[in-house]
């Protein structure tokens, strides 16, 4: 049984930072390509970041890049989320995801994604 839990997520100030953690089981991890996705009340699912499963790939959305970092550690069956300069609008739930590694990780559907965490909320207040 596969199983992605977050982490991580909380209430911060505008400015500031949080670090989100996935902790995947159930799966050869080193094998999947992981993704963050957010979504807020009212909204569809937004894609955050994607990581290849080597880590040697990323890849962001412009709302993210530069404030947000993906990484992984194979050995830990684990992938963060740094998200640095938060603003409200990043406030959603957020979710990690996995996916084979078929296709580029630049390919960010949601549909792509084959197995999802239950989510971990953020909350950036003004």
């Known amino acids: 049984q596969v199983q992605l839990v977050e982490s991580g997520g909380g209430l911060v100030q505008a400015g500031g930072s949080l670090r989100l953690s996935c902790a995947a089981s159930?799966?050869?991890?080193?094998?999947?390509?992981m993704g963050w996705f957010r979504q807020a009340p009212g909204k569809e699912r937004e894609f955050v970041a994607a990581i290849s499963w080597t880590g040697s790939s990323t890849y962001y959305p412009d709302s993210v890049k530069g404030r947000f970092t993906i990484s992984r550690d194979n050995t830990k069956n684990t992938v963060y989320l740094q998200m640095n300069s938060l603003k409200p609008e990043d406030t959603a739930v957020y979710y990690c995801?996995?996916?084979?590694?078929?296709?580029?990780?630049?390919?960010?559907?949601?549909?792509?994604?084959?197995?999802w965490g239950q989510g971990t909320q953020v909350t950036v207040s003004s």
């Open positions: 995801a996995a996916r084979a590694n078929w296709s580029p990780v630049t390919v960010s559907g949601a549909r792509e994604y084959r197995y």
């Open positions: 159930g799966l050869t991890f080193r094998t999947y390509h």
